[in-house]
């Protein structure tokens, strides 16, 4: 008895991690970030969440990381800012399908039903025994890990699928 679930590997992106009092972030970097946790919304051209006190992520395409960089300035910003690139550091995962939830539900304890955890939500949690990031797709889940993980992770889906 297997579920039916597609599990991929999606293409690497720009992600920046950025650390500081909302106010003045958004300042630094031009646009409004998100005030709700653990909720993504649009930010400037990019994605972002916020993901803990005063801690949010920002992403994009992958194409989009020069112009990104030239324009937060992670070099350049106050020291009370903390604006960190790390795009080589993720790999993302898709898992699609009717029975993806199942499968994710071996791997998390996060709560990941539908009346619950939605289409903008977007969570850190351990999968597997490993730091992983889960957001909603249509139709199923993507999940952000340590790109050194990737293909173990990716194996265990798989398993628990099978």
Known sequence: MGYEVTVQELPLRAVFDL???????????????????????????????LIGPDHWLLWDDLAQ???LVASLRPD???????IVPISDTL???????????EVLAVATPLDL?????GMEDIAFTEAHGIKALIRC?????????DRSYA?????????CAA
Do not use: Y
């Open 65 to 67: 990381e020069p112009d």
């Open 113 to 117: 039903h539908p009346s619950v955890f």
């Open 151 to 159: 293909n173990w992770f990716r194996m265990m889906l798989e398993r």
């Open 91 to 101: 790999a993302f995962l898709a898992v699609t399908g009717p029975d993806a939830g």
């Open 76 to 82: 350049a910003a106050p020291a009370e800012l903390s």
């Open 19 to 49: 650390k500081g009092e909302r106010t003045a972030l958004a300042a630094w970097c031009g646009f409004t970030l998100p005030d709700r946790p653990n909720r993504q919304a649009v930010a400037g051209r990019g994605q972002a969440a």
């Open 137 to 145: 797709l249509a139709g199923g889940f993507e999940i952000g890990i």
